[in-house]
């Protein structure tokens, strides 16, 4: 078992800045890809960027250039940047976390999120 506690998010204005983090405990030697998702009111859950135990990222296109997704393989934790925010980013934030089992499946673990509002 992964378990994900994320932390960072809150209210800001437009153009503002938040960083999230999310730090992994449990069964983290097995740690692989880290990542965050978000979810806004009323829409599915969307890929915002996800970085893998190497360093290899990869964003949504609405967030490029806006958000940085990093890594601390030795404190375990996943972090998101969030720069330039606009109202379209508002949505609660979920970090998730890809483990390697016994039986050599992969399993996904998620956090309870963490809600960004960016205010016009």
């Known amino acids: 078992q992964v378990h994900l506690v994320e932390s960072g998010g809150g209210l800001v204005q437009s153009g503002g800045s938040l960083r999230l983090s999310c730090p992994a405990s449990?069964?983290?030697?097995?740690?692989?890809?880290m990542g965050w998702y978000r979810q806004a009111l009323g829409k599915q859950r969307e890929m915002v960027a996800t970085?893998?135990?190497?360093?290899?990222?990869n964003y949504a296109d609405s967030v490029k250039g806006r958000f940085t997704i990093s890594r601390d393989n030795a404190k375990n934790t996943v972090y998101l940047q969030l720069n330039r925010l606009e109202p379209e980013d508002t949505a609660a934030y979920y970090c998730?976390?890809?483990?390697?089992?016994?039986?050599?499946?992969?399993?996904?673990?998620w956090g309870q999120g963490t809600q960004v509002t960016v205010s016009s």
């Open positions: 970085i893998t135990s190497t360093g290899r990222t």
């Open positions: 998730h976390a890809d483990a390697t089992g016994a039986d050599g499946r992969s399993v996904r673990y």
């Open positions: 449990g069964m983290t030697l097995s740690l692989d890809t």
